[in-house]
């Protein structure tokens, strides 16, 4: 199943349930959907309203936030390195926080066991399917951990902690525990998150007192806000500011453009397949050299289709994404070719066309109309262009975003 898929299924179950009803764990069962839902039957019935009898935590009960004097960040001081900087100019101190050990306390609170019984139950009967172990699970790990990590920021004394992608089991007992010390929760996107992303994605006001989402979202500019607060109730329950792509402040531009057809591969482990065809026209048309971006844990799937591929008559080589960061990587490709990566919005920062697979970044090419995203089916020797007065500045960022978010994160406007 497809992250989009997955998410219509959270999002159906989630709309049974009337105005009155509040969700405390919706981010950890939104990140639940995403990594363990695997296939779903679905029948073509009404889905009954109701379902859930607590009314959950009220945000008010959380202290007052601390104003920020220290921050806190998690072995990510190469993708957060930019904002840390800043932070530090202005004199706030940073520190780094060490991730705890894991522990399960196989206990689960009323609340917990109700929200389980409820999306599980619905999974079950509606779609045929059950991540009851999975979301136990989770829950147990959340349990285990929240006390050590009261007693460790506690101790630790900081007053804001930078997260990036927040939607992690690893997360979300410091997330719990920094609400419960009045510490600030700042999510650093790490890219563009889509219009149906399960972790992301239309949250509605019913979920939004939730103990596991962040205070505010950083996002990398006004097409990732627009992702993110589309048809979305998030900006009830946390602030948005849009402080660009930390790891891109700067960024130089290579002379040496339109080299060779880049291909970023998504793992076949989750589903999605390799789009052979799409490689097999576009090299028809442009007559340029492959080259294949994994996924940095899958490697080994790039050299098999390299393989395909010279079986096809079509040169190719693998790329390092540890090494070659996507922009520098985009910034001399010719065309780019993927099957539904948001590395096609990345590509926007070059005005270099996309030629793509799924709906998925068919819907973003209809909201944004940028032209350079075009279905495989319709790619043609005239849209497979690199249009530069098209570039459209998706994830370089820069140091005035950067100070401008902190800005506004420090003074509160």
Known sequence: MFAYEKFDVYSRIVSSLDSSS????????????????????????????????????????????????KVGYFADRIFLGSILRKFEEKGIATTR????????????????????????????????????????????????????????????????????????????????????????????????????????????ELELSSPLLPDLFWTWGGMATKMLVKD???????????????????????????????????????GIPVPYDAIKNV?????????????????????????????????SKVEDPVKIGINESLQSARVHVTFSSTCALDALNFGIPTVYCSDYIGDVEKEFSTGLLIRDSDACMNNLIRRPDKALNYSLGSDQMIESAITKLLTGR
């Open 22 to 69: 509040r969700l405390n764990y919706s981010p950890l069962i939104r990140e639940a959907f995403l990594f363990c839902l695997k296939e779903v039957f679905c029948k073509p019935v009404e889905m009954p309203a109701g379902g859930l009898l607590s009314s959950g935590v009220l945000t008010d009960v959380y202290p007052e936030k601390k104003r920020i004097k």
């Open 97 to 204: 926080i060490n991730i705890a050990e894991p522990q399960y306390r196989k206990l689960l609170s009323t609340k917990q066991k109700e929200e389980i019984d409820f999306f599980d139950s619905r999974l079950i009967e509606f779609y045929g399917a059950s991540i009851r172990r999975d979301l136990e699970s989770r829950f147990y790990f959340l349990n285990g951990l929240i006390g050590e990590y009261f007693k460790l920021l506690a101790k630790m004394n900081v007053d804001a902690v930078l997260l990036r992608c927040y939607y992690s089991p690893y997360y979300f007992p410091i997330i719990f525990a920094c609400k419960m010390l009045g510490v600030t929760v700042i999510d650093v996107q790490h890219g563009i998150n889509g219009f149906k992303h399960p972790a992301y994605s239309k949250f509605k």
């Open 232 to 270: 979305s109730d998030i900006e009830v329950g946390a602030r948005v500011v849009e402080g660009g792509n930390p790891v891109c402040p700067h960024i130089k531009f290579s002379k040496n453009i339109g080299r060779y057809i880049l291909y970023t591969h998504q793992p076949q482990s989750k």
């Open 283 to 315: 090299h028809s048309l442009i007559k340029e050299k492959v080259v294949i971006r994994p996924h940095p844990l899958h490697i080994d799937e790039a050299i098999e289709i390299q393989s395909m591929l010279k079986k096809m008559n079509i040169k």
